[in-house]
């Protein structure tokens, strides 16, 4: 994780013929954290898609030093496979691994052989975090992370972030919720809407 950077200049995105933000800068360097708030339709998930490449920026820059892996609604574990197996077919592509500890510190030990579409809410969202650590990049992107998470999974996903940062990793949340986290940093994208 050394040497990662992440940095956004002059920045905005456009939906269809809507200008969702404007003007936005920021930089973090390793360890740092960044939560976007701003009410829904503010442009928080296409900021985050631009940050990995997924969208281009109507306007602006983004430059990274190190790779991405995003975490959103969309878990990317085949419906159809049991977990086990979706976690197999990632492990494939991306290396890196699904070890016993951390499928059992995410409590996703007992449910290999359930097929991911059987899966509840919190366990596709802890499925989907496995996924995302085991990718083993510098930057995190975060969108909505606790939505579905019990009380017990918010603390271990933040306390997971937590330590992330610690390491030296960058994580960029989108949330509506609180997110504890020490040294967050905050960015209202309500004031570069337009």
Known sequence: MEGCRLSVKDLACRRGDRLLFSGLDFALAPGDALQIAGPNGTGKSSLLRIVAGLLRPFAGTVERSGAVALLDERPALDEHLPLGRAFGFWQRIDGGGF???????????????????????GQRKRAAFARLKAQDTPIWLLDEPLNGLDTAAVALLTQETAAFCDNGGIAVIASHQPFALPGLAQLDLFRFAL
């Not at 016993?100 to 579409?117: C, I, N, S, Y």
């Open 99 to 121: 070890g016993a500890d951390q499928l059992a510190t995410l409590g996703l030990e007992d449910l290999l052989d359930v097929p991911v579409r059987f899966l509840s809410t």
